[in-house]
């Protein structure tokens, strides 16, 4: 009987969608290998096997060794690959598209080129945060000082729903360990979104750095759809962990995280948000990425076939 790792490698129409995969699978201080079709993560305790094909974002924290097998499988399933640091709070390197095709990415260029267009977005994504208000007449600087109103107002519904004492935002680079537990929950919560809002990004061939709202940064773009969760699944996700004790709050919440990630299918409406963002044609508009083709740009928004010698046209 054929074991998880017999399942066949797939072709890139053949890949899992987005939206159907897994959210993320954290490891650390193990060595992550291949085994036929499958990942596989070994430490003291044994051997672990992961379907790659229903992963959406390998995290690979501190003391983990890949072999480079594993991570051609990875590339082969399209799943994201990221390294981060310990607890998950460090983004250090990652990416793999699931699209080979740049419609999405043209798409993004073209609303995030002109300055109009550009602040409608981040409009948008304002409106997609919180629908009870209307920010069509705001300036950016409103803008972020209407997000800093609301973002206050949920850390103190928050802790008054979990009893949890607030103090405020307080996070010391490099220094996890210094903030207090709903800080540690929040800080977790936040770069694990970050994970998962990159491995979207990259796998439906979007530009990481071209943003509406960060900018001047090569992840601006990740952190803009991460942020469109952060009210509503990672800050909640982040009292509840630390409303249960102070001890282990960055895995507790990344645990919360997974869960709650699965169970409410955010990967598939991270996907439709950002279409919804970038296309005339919002979440149900299609664009083809099974197609592995390039061309070759002419006059007129005319393209031609790559491949070929065309000749001199006069």
């Not at 981060?84 to 983004?91: A, L, M, Q």
């Amino acid at each position: 009987m054929g074991g998880i790792g017999a399942r066949k490698a797939l072709t890139p129409r053949e890949l899992t969608r987005v939206g159907e995969r897994l959210s993320f699978v954290y490891l650390e201080r193990c060595t992550v290998h291949r085994e036929d079709n499958a990942i596989t993560a070994e430490d003291a305790e044994g051997t672990r096997f992961i379907p790659a094909a229903t992963i959406g974002t390998l995290l690979l924290g501190p003391g983990t060794r890949v072999t480079h097998k594993a991570m051609s499988l990875l590339g082969e399933c399209g799943a994201g690959v990221v390294w981060v640091g310990e607890y998950g709070v460090r983004y250090y390197a990652g990416g793999r598209a699931l699209s080979r095709s740049a419609g999405l990415a043209e798409a993004q260029a073209r609303v995030w080129a002109n300055r109009r267009t550009r602040l409608e977005v981040a409009r948008a994504m304002y409106r997609m945060r919180f629908p009870d208000e209307d920010p069509s007449k705001a300036t950016r600087r409103q803008l972020l000082g209407m997000e800093g109103d609301r973002l206050k107002a949920v850390y103190r519904e928050e802790s008054l729903r979990t009893g949890v004492p607030w103090y405020g935002r307080k996070y010391t680079p490099g220094d996890f360990d210094s903030g207090d537990p709903p800080n540690q929950g929040i800080t977790s919560a936040a770069q694990c979104m970050y994970g998962v809002a990159h491995a979207v990004v990259a796998a439906l061939g979007c530009s990481p750095a071209l943003g509406f709202v960060h900018s001047g940064h090569e992840l601006s773009f990740v952190l803009d759809v991460a942020d469109l969760y952060k009210t509503d699944v990672g800050i909640p996700a982040a009292f509840d962990a630390a409303a249960e004790g102070p001890i282990d709050v960055g895995g507790r919440t990344r645990r919360l995280l997974r869960e709650r990630i699965n169970d409410t299918g955010l990967l598939d409406r991270c996907v439709k948000d950002i279409k919804t963002l970038l296309l005339p044609g919002g979440e149900d508009a299609e664009v083809e990425d099974a197609a592995d083709q390039v061309n070759l740009q002419s006059d007129g928004g005319a393209e031609f076939v790559s491949g070929i010698n065309h000749g001199v046209i006069w």
